[in-house]
């Protein structure tokens, strides 16, 4: 019997080490554009790619849409951006994080493979609404970490922000 083509693109995905674990999506390469506008690889460092800032990150409370915390982020709108991530980097400051952007609504899952610092991972929906958190990641695991929830953006930032600065369910967020 002959597997379908998707099917083994899923397990090529798998075996590849992607960092989002659901066949059809990625993790995130970093990138920076240079004059003629097209993207070549960020600084690689011993502590893994270095940080780029792309944009900046509110977080808005949902009772009163007071800001609860602001943030830089590097965007990962590619699928070799996203199938890279944070992998391989050793820190983050806390007033950094990683939002993975994707063209659709659907059920997300992250996983920790080659990711090296624990993560909080928020799922948000098409409109920038968090819909589910999975707290404290697990460095290096290989466990799928699933939004339940269909999801357009994530957002990983370092393990704990979410308890450290009351983020929850949700909560909205606005970058620029």
Not at 118 to 132: A, F, G, H, M, T
Request: with cysteine; proline share 3%.
């Amino acid at each position: 019997m002959q597997l379908p083509f998707k099917y083994i693109l899923i397990a090529a995905l798998y075996a590849s080490g992607c960092h989002e674990n659901t066949g059809n999506n990625s993790t995130a390469t970093e990138t920076s554009s240079n004059k003629a506008g097209t993207e070549s690889p960020a600084p690689v460092t011993a502590n893994g790619s270095e940080f780029r800032k792309d944009a900046s990150l509110a977080f808005l409370s949902k009772n009163n849409a007071d800001t609860i915390r602001k943030i830089d982020i590097q965007l990962a709108k590619t699928d070799q951006q996203r199938e890279d991530g944070l992998m391989y980097r050793k820190s983050m400051s806390d007033d950094q994080g990683m939002l993975f952007i994707f063209p659709d609504m659907e059920e997300r899952s992250f996983w920790m493979k080659n990711t090296y610092i624990s993560l909080d991972i928020i799922y948000l929906d098409d409109k920038l609404e968090i819909v589910s958190i999975q707290k404290y990641a697990t460095p290096l695991s290989e466990q799928s970490l699933p939004s339940f929830k269909k999801a357009q953006y994530v957002l990983e930032v370092n393990g704990g922000f979410c308890d450290k600065y009351h983020i929850g369910y949700g909560d909205k967020v606005v970058y620029h």
